[in-house]
């Protein structure tokens, strides 16, 4: 920077110019460069620090107990969910039973009252019949 402002402050030589200016212009790339290879350096220091840290046994223990998690959780939703399945059928099986139990029901209240028309004595037959 102190090229370029004395560039401009030094007293107006053609020569002089040119040579100023292409020192700055020199200087402007050269400290970008440093300042990129610096930060490569350090991208290249942090990469191998996060490999290093990956490669720990407690990251590995970790990442296992994950993979272990993980296999436990989908076993729980299949069961689950052949829970629920198994759930649904009975619920239907049942379903299907108590409309029997109606239907039967409501036919022998029918044939005891056919019986007891039949018979004239309404009560020779005990209730729960």
Sequence with gaps: MSS????LTAPASPAGEAA??????LQRPSARREAIE????RVDALRRELD???TRPSVMA???GARYAEGREREAAAEL???AR???MQAEKLRELEDELRYRDGRIKVLRKRIASNAGAPSSFPKNF
């Design 4 to 7: 370029i402002t004395s560039a």
């Design 20 to 25: 100023a200016l292409r020192e700055g212009l």
């Design 38 to 41: 610096q930060l490569r350096e």
């Design 52 to 54: 290093a840290a990956n």
């Design 62 to 64: 970790a990442e296992v």
């Design 81 to 83: 969910h052949v829970a």
């Design 86 to 88: 198994t759930g649904k």
